[in-house]
């Protein structure tokens, strides 16, 4: 609990600066911005550690292959970091950005998702013939 | 891993505001560029090691490496 107060006074508190450096220095202001969300996305990373340790455990228990859970847990991380990423070029103003990495970030785990779609594709084949 | 690194980009961009007020005031006003240049340049690199710390904890985490 209260690492989530802790979370909301970053939060608070990059957002104030932000608007003060708008005024002053607006490049700078991008800066700070991601140096706030960097912090607040490194606490819930580490949060996060702990549930993708239990996943794993509950992976291993229903017998599914472990490649495909980790393919996910990659699919996840990238979208993660793509939507990020986009999101803070939006904050800068430069939209154009913003799609071309939305744009990388679909491609990136549409070539992930591959390999799946073709596991898929076969067991239902084998199930056909 | 705190409000710091926030708190003082913030401080830097104010330095370079005032700075660039007495440069303009004094009448050499071709530095500003330069001042304005050394403090974004000292602020990303402040931010550079942030960048990396966010990248290595993610891949790590999704084990993306």
């Known amino acids: ?129 | 891993m705190g409000i710091e690194i926030i708190l003082k980009i913030a401080g830097i961009g104010i330095l370079i505001a005032v700075v660039n007020q007495v440069l303009k005031y004094t009448g050499k006003e071709e530095l500003t560029t330069f001042t304005t240049l050394a403090g974004v340049a000292i602020v990303l690199l402040m931010v550079l090691d942030l960048v990396s710390e966010l990248f290595s904890s993610v891949s790590s985490l999704f084990n993306l490496y």
Not at chain 1, 50 to 67: A, H, P, Q, Y
């Open chain 1, 1 to 129: 609990m209260e690492i989530l107060v802790k979370i909301i006074g970053i939060a608070i508190i990059t957002t104030v600066a932000v608007l003060i450096i708008k005024q002053l220095k607006p490049e700078l202001a991008v800066v700070v911005g991601l140096a706030g969300s960097i912090i607040i996305v490194i606490i819930i990373v580490n949060m996060l550690g702990s549930v993708f340790n239990i996943f794993d455990g509950i992976v291993e228990r229903t017998g599914v292959d472990k490649e495909l859970f980790v393919v996910v847990l990659k699919i996840i991380g990238i979208g993660y970091l793509t939507e990020f990423s986009a999101n803070l070029c939006l904050d800068a103003g430069v939209n154009s950005m913003a799609d071309k990495i939305m744009l990388a970030g679909k491609v990136v785990i549409m070539l992930m998702a591959l390999p799946i779609i073709n596991n898929l594709l076969e067991i239902v084949y084998g199930l056909m013939v």
